[in-house]
């Protein structure tokens, strides 16, 4: 019963399948045959009338014991298809059942190759790893960020330098940019604003240096 013509197995869906498949030609069959039983009882409710008005009473008996064991015969039929359908359902899911049984069974076997495929000290030695190229990276982005700061900071270091300086002539009262602002522009007033501007400067700071030395005094 459970190998096929080849003599090879069957497998759990296709025994169900024949099984359900066998219950249904059987379900099919008594169906026939309940049709078959009422069209019986039909004819013979007819000939039971057709006696009974002719007061043929001996033969409406007979023929009416005959048509309770019809009706009963109909009951046991109704009654056979119903159980024979119940089996079938009961089936469906016994096939399901398999199937997720079946299903949990792939499932379990894929676990267990995955978990035998992830070995756990080579898993700790691969996040060793990737937390020792981390820590280097870092690293080295930091020391490139201090070589960039490091080359901004010269100018910076030039601008602030000179922002001091201005800061502190501005304290005693000297400003380098003092008399610049309306320079000559042909090259003899240039040459010559030049030298007066210079005189005037070098008098200026002159007077202001005597004026703080006195005021010191």
């Known amino acids: 019963m459970g190998n096929s013509l080849f003599g090879e197995k069957k497998t759990m869906r296709e025994i169900i399948r024949e099984q359900k498949r066998m219950i249904d030609r059987s379900v099919r069959g008594l ?18 009338k057709k006696l009974a008005k002719q007061n043929q009473l001996k033969s409406v008996k007979i023929m009416a ?7 009963k015969h109909q009951e046991k ?3 056979l298809t119903a159980q024979l359908r119940a089996i079938s359902l009961q089936m469906t899911t016994v096939q399901s059942t398999h199937n997720l049984v079946d299903s949990m ?18 898993l700790q030695a691969i996040m060793s790893e990737f937390a020792k190229q981390s820590e280097q990276l870092d690293m080295k982005q930091e020391m490139m960020g201090d070589a960039i700061e490091d080359a901004m900071d010269t100018e910076e270091d ?5 922002q001091v300086v201005n800061q ?14 309306d320079a000559p522009t042909t090259k003899l007033q240039q040459a010559t604003g ?16 005597n004026n703080l030395k006195a005021d010191g005094q």
Do not use: C, H, W, Y
């Open 168 to 181: 502190v002539l501005d304290e005693i009262g000297i400003n380098l940019q003092e008399g610049l602002v």
């Open 65 to 71: 014991k005959d048509l309770i064991r019809i009706r």
């Open 105 to 122: 069974k792939k499932v379990a076997k894929s676990m267990a190759t995955l978990n035998a495929q992830m070995k756990l000290p080579a």
């Open 194 to 209: 030049k030298e007066e501007v210079g005189n005037n400067v070098d008098k200026e700071l002159e007077n202001r240096l």
């Open 31 to 48: 169906e026939r045959e309940r049709a078959s039983l009422q069209k019986d009882e039909a004819k013979l409710i007819a000939d039971i």
């Open 77 to 79: 039929f109704v009654n």
């Open 158 to 162: 030039e601008a602030e330098s000179e």
